[in-house]
Antibody, heavy 121, light 108 residues
Framework: QVLLEASGSELKKPGASVKVSCKAS????????INWVRQAPGQGFEWMGW????????TYAQGFTGRFALSLDTSVSTANLEITNVKTEDTATYHC??????????????WGKGTTVTVSS | SYELTQPPSVSVSPGQTARITCSGD??????AFWYQQKSGQAPVLVMY???KRPSGIPERFSGSSSRTVATLTISEAQVEDEADYFC???????????FGGGTKLTVL
């Protein structure tokens, strides 16, 4: 069974850093890229970017450059999202999702439950 | 920037057919994908490439796409289908993935 397990909730003060992790199981980690998606309270999803789990190369969506960094620890099949200098508007649930590609398209087939990050002074 | 537009809410009685639409200018050229999210749970893929149903998704779920509108149809909707539904696709370049704003389906 393919699973993506999110790390626990985080409470941070503005200006701090936070690292969210996503541990994969049930498949070969390096065979599928990992996407990250943000869901602010009461809002829809925003695609943040993705990381190639073979090469470690990360691609960021507009609006998620600078303070956001994607990384891997392939030894434990884990993808990470680090946010530096967090702001109150970063309060959201952060989901990881596996990217699967067919001959026709690529899409996110399995999602983690998400990690809730709350930024408050 | 590219946008996908969904109705905020759809309401049906159990046993009726629910139709949730997703509008986007690039949909004639790009596939639509649909996710179901129940409160506090991970999103679940219920339709991919417009009309393909993943294994484990009930046959009452179907999808279609015509011109700039993709539609997720739930035939004989059940109370357990009550959830938020999001469409997802890319812009015409294929480089930017975008989500619709989501539709809250109420079945009661």
């Amino acid at each position: 069974q393919v699973l993506l397990e999110a790390s626990g909730s985080e409470l941070k003060k503005p200006g701090a850093s936070v690292k969210v992790s996503c541990k994969a199981s049930g498949y070969t980690f390096t065979s599928y890229a990992i996407n990250w998606v943000r869901q602010a309270p009461g809002q829809g999803f925003e695609w943040m970017g993705w990381i190639n789990t073979e090469t470690g190369k990360a691609t960021y969506a507009q609006g998620f450059t600078g303070r956001f960094a994607l990384s891997l620890d392939t030894s434990v099949s884990t993808a990470n999202l680090e946010i530096t200098n967090v702001k109150t508007e970063d309060t959201a649930t952060y989901h990881c999702a596996r990217l699967v590609c067919t001959s026709s398209s690529c899409y996110m087939d399995v999602w983690g439950k998400g990690t809730t990050v709350t930024v408050s002074s | 920037s590219y946008e996908l537009t969904q109705p905020p809410s759809v309401s049906v009685s159990p046993g009726q057919t629910a139709r949730i639409t997703c509008s986007g200018d690039a949909l004639p050229k790009r596939y639509a994908f649909w996710y179901q999210q129940k409160s506090g749970q991970a999103p679940v893929l219920v339709m991919y490439e417009d009309n393909k149903r993943p294994s484990g998704i009930p046959e009452r779920f179907s999808g279609s796409s015509s011109r700039t509108v993709a539609t997720l149809t739930i035939s004989e909707a059940q109370v357990e289908d009550e959830a938020d539904y999001f469409c997802y696709s890319t812009d015409s370049s294929g480089d930017h993935w975008v989500f619709g704003g989501g539709t809250k389906l109420t079945v009661l």
